[in-house]
């Protein structure tokens, strides 16, 4: 089968960009983000028999999460990921005919240096890449008419063993996207940021557009059942807001899950520890504490994958998130007691199979489920974007995905409205009509998938390119000696 897989080069790639305002402030990790920008790239590919076509992806050009160096504005955070697409772009542009996967993988270990000899770490190249291969990939699964769940299964790709990931030698890739079974329904799970009020007694004002804004009318909207809560580096500030939390979540009938997401905030595995130890001695946490299923990148990079996590990971399972940087990224942290890595489709398609395949593996090595992905967000704005996520998602076979997006952002707003409605029209499961036009829809704390079996990676209705500015060239590295 991965021999049959079809082989193309990369005839053109663009780049485009818009930017977006979020309608309630969110804070995770070191930054509160009130607005962004959206990147947008295109690549047009020419088969080996000839047929040419054009895929595409988007994501967000996210500051202070891909490099949280205090040197770096936001401005200078995002040049940093333009740059990286400009390095993945040239040697896409310059490589021979490959598969789908062999485009990454060929080209992983020089994206890496390139970008590390500019001063971009592992986590930013990965970003240049996954755009590319998703929009490359995009473009294969539209010439052959093919759906991303079917076009995967049938090894579409052609992921294989290779040189890239020595680990995995050996593995039958094609044997485990055969036996994929891609979700059609999956939880979102509600992001609790750090400036996210609570009650209605923790806002001075509303925004007052009509839509949920605190944590108690959020759950009488949407009615979640799964959160991820996010903490800050101080044990005793995050025991008193997980309680506020979870005098809230307590009222729900019939329980529910909860993930706790660090952002690297705590120094160490000891600082992560004691935030745990500080919850276990909280009785109003009781019930929150026993409903979370893993706890996310507590420690900061530098020192995460250094020393180990064994005492956390006794208590609740600890996953990878910032920390995966480079590919093997996982490999080394389960040394360390790490039982997860998130899946992210600004890290790259193609990782998180490769990390599927690892837990997989494991799994089977010693005969039990410890190792799992997580499915996280990067703020995946609504049309192409959340579209390839939730494919994504969906093709994993994870039951819920942290969404963000449809709370911090206005649905579709910055779009034009006809861009929105053709969407709408085309996932009429995914995206709900309202009062302030097409929104992601969250029935009973669920997202329907249906739709999402179409032409593509989870979406043939493409975004209205003329309204985007041409994405600029990168001011990356910064003159020397200052920002």
């Known amino acids: 089968m991965t021999a049959a897989a079809p082989r193309f080069r990369v005839l053109a790639i663009e780049r485009r960009e818009w930017p977006f ?35 595409v992806a988007a994501e967000t050009l996210a500051a202070k999460w891909f490099d949280k160096d205090p040197r770096w504005t936001d401005a200078q955070n995002e040049h940093q990921l333009r740059r990286a697409l400009e390095i993945a772009g040239e040697a ?10 062999g485009h990454f993988a060929d080209a992983y270990a020089d994206q890496v240096a390139a970008c590390a000899r500019e001063g971009l770490n592992p986590l930013v190249a990965s970003y240049g890449r996954a755009l590319v291969d998703r929009a490359a990939l995009d473009a294969l699964l539209k010439l052959h008419g093919a759906g991303f769940w079917a076009g995967m299964r049938a090894n579409l790709g052609g992921m294989a063993p290779h040189p890239v990931i020595p680990d995995l030698a050996g593995f039958d890739f094609a044997a485990l996207l055969a036996g994929l079974a891609p979700l059609r329904r999956v939880h979102a ?118 020393r180990s996590m064994a005492a956390l990971a006794a208590a609740r399972p600890v996953i990878i998130d910032e920390s995966d940087g480079d590919l093997d990224a996982f490999v080394r942290a389960r040394a360390l007691g790490y039982a997860g890595v998130s899946s992210k489709a600004c890290k790259g398609v193609w990782r998180s199979l490769v990390n599927l395949a690892r837990c997989r593996a494991w799994n089977a090595a010693e005969g039990g489920g410890r190792y799992f992905l997580s499915a996280e967000d990067l703020t995946t704005l609504a049309g192409v974007c959340v ?62 998938l249906d739709s999402l079996d179409t032409p593509g990676l989870g979406a043939t209705v493409e975004p209205d390119f003329g309204a985007m500015a041409e994405m600029p060239k990168a001011e990356w590295p910064p003159p020397a000696g200052g920002v």
Do not use: C
């Open 21 to 55: 305002r979020l309608r309630l402030p969110f804070r995770f990790g070191v930054v509160t983000v009130t607005h962004g920008r959206q990147a947008v790239v295109r690549a047009r590919i020419r088969t080996e028999d000839g047929r040419e076509g054009w895929g």
């Open 92 to 101: 896409s542009l310059a490589a021979g005919a490959n598969t789908a996967f």
């Open 189 to 306: 799970r509600h992001t609790v940021g750090l400036v996210d009020p609570i009650t209605a007694a923790d806002q001075a004002e509303r925004v007052g557009d009509g839509l949920p804004e605190t944590l108690e009318e959020v759950v009488a909207a949407y009615r979640h059942r799964y959160f991820k809560l996010k903490v800050g580096g101080d044990a005793a500030a995050d025991v008193e807001r997980l309680a506020r939390i979870a005098a809230v979540l307590d009222r729900l009938p019939g329980g529910y899950h909860a993930t706790l997401d660090g952002n690297e905030q705590y120094a160490d595995a000891e600082g992560a520890l004691a935030l745990w130890r500080a919850m276990e001695a909280e009785r109003r946490l009781d019930r929150l504490r026993d409903s979370i299923l893993f706890i996310e990148q507590p420690v900061k990079r530098a020192q995460a994958l250094e």
């Open 387 to 448: 579209q390839q996520d939730l494919a994504l998602v969906a093709l994993l076979g994870l039951a819920h995905v942290e969404r963000n997006g449809h709370h911090f952002v206005d649905g579709f707003a910055g779009r034009p409205k006809a861009e929105a409605v053709r969407f709408l029209e085309a996932h009429p499961d995914l995206y709900a009509d309202t009062p302030r036009g097409p929104r992601l829809a969250i029935r009973e704390g669920m997202l329907a």
